[in-house]
């Protein structure tokens, strides 16, 4: 039985303004969210923490789920996401890195991140240099990468049927999630301006200490100082939403998490600083040096508050006091003619940079014994709790309880 032209024509017309699923709009907005939440989910556990920096195993029902999704949600190859990432970490802002605002411009990672991705995913030497060890079985080579683009065909198609014509808006938003928060937040943002927890050796940065919207991966400063671990808040005050997801997979025997941020451990105070202690400093280094940051906050914040006093000019101090804890070749030059200005108007900073400059040395210099750097500690220590620096001495005191 045929229906009249009419009647297939109000159908159609029904379809395109409805689709299968009749749903007000702020439920098409909830859908849109949760798939892109998914979608983030699988970027961050999946992509990132398990195959690229190999902090964590997954099991076969949530890896073939997110690599399912991943080819419906994206049309990313997996090989290529690792191998760009890998690449990101070996090469960070120097200029074979594939995505850094700091040699390629903001604007460009921004907005262009993208391209870069899709550029540097034909660089058939950066595939075979870092894309080992991701899948290679039957449905990787004859699905996810032969027809990797059709994956996202096939969600276009689901979304027109389940939204009408609305699904092909719901199908862009899911389409441009990636691109916009992964591709040019994270690698653009996340170079580029935030908070910094850790002097780790790169411009890295969180970008909000809720990692909630983009998985976890706000916390991208923490993550480029402890690369392989699986957990990327490290602050009491941080939430990483994707370590929320892993620690539910283990709970059911999904996920296997292998490394964590290292935690300093304090003991009793030891008359000297030996070599176990020279293997906490180096061990713990970013944590520790994140310590001798807060000192010197609150020794500037006390210069600060001397000034007031007296009332004196607050201006070279506020304007240094952002670069005291920062290293020399993260300082630029825009800041260094301030910086040297705070330093000399006020002799404890100056001693505290100095002498933070002359601790970092320590796992620089590749050059010395190990009995000569745990000398070099020992003095180091004594010279700071004889300085009549209080900042100082505590930090020496608690450096000489360190654990490896």
Not at 154 to 173: C, N, R
Request: overall charge positive; hydrophobic content about 45%.
């Amino acid at each position: 039985m045929f229906l009249p032209d009419w009647a297939v024509l109000n159908a159609a017309i029904d379809w395109l303004a409805h689709g299968l699923w009749n749903l007000p709009w702020w439920q098409v907005v909830l859908y849109t969210l949760a798939t892109t939440h998914v979608t983030i989910a699988a970027v961050t556990i999946f992509l990132h923490r398990t195959q690229a920096h190999r902090a964590m195993d997954l099991g076969p029902i949530p890896s073939h789920f997110f690599r399912f999704w991943l080819w419906l949600g994206t049309g990313m190859v997996t090989k290529e996401w690792v191998a760009i990432h890998r690449k990101h970490h070996a090469k960070c802002e120097t200029a074979d890195d594939p995505h850094s605002p700091q040699t390629r411009g903001i604007e460009t990672v921004l907005w262009r991140g993208a391209e870069l991705y899709r550029a540097e995913a034909k660089n058939k030497e950066t595939m075979a240099k870092f894309g080992h060890g991701t899948p290679d079985d039957w449905i990787e080579r004859n699905l996810y990468t032969r027809y990797s683009w059709q994956g996202v065909g096939v969600m276009l198609i689901l979304d027109l049927a389940l939204f009408g014509a609305l699904g092909a808006a719901v199908w862009a938003v899911q389409m441009l999630w990636i691109p916009i928060t992964a591709a040019g937040i994270i690698n653009g943002i996340g170079h580029y301006w935030g908070y910094r927890n850790f002097e780790a050796p790169d411009a890295s940065t969180n970008i909000s200490p809720w990692g909630l919207i983009i998985g976890g991966e706000e916390l991208h400063n923490n993550h480029h100082t402890y690369p392989t671990s699986a957990k990327f808040s490290v602050k009491p005050y941080e939430f990483d939403i994707g370590w929320v997801y892993i620690q539910a997979m283990q709970r059911i025997g999904w996920a296997k998490v292998k490394k964590v941020p290292p935690k300093l451990r304090l003991g009793a105070v030891k008359p000297v600083a030996d070599e176990k202690t020279l293997e906490a400093l180096i061990a713990h280094r970013y944590e520790v040096m994140a310590g001798y940051a807060r000192e010197m906050r609150r020794v500037c914040k006390s210069e600060i508050e001397l000034l007031k006093e007296k009332k004196a000019d607050l201006s070279p101090l506020k304007a240094a006091r952002r670069w005291l804890h920062r290293d020399d070749d993260r300082v630029p030059a825009s800041a260094r003619v301030q910086l040297e200005r705070a330093r000399a108007a006020h002799p404890v900073l100056d001693q505290m940079v100095t002498m933070r400059e002359e601790l970092r040395q320590m796992w620089l210099n590749t050059s010395q014994s190990r009995e000569q750097l745990a000398a070099d500690l020992q003095a180091w220590c004594r010279r700071a709790e004889e300085s009549g620096i209080e900042a100082l001495r505590q930090f020496s005191l608690r450096l000489r309880a360190a654990n490896a």
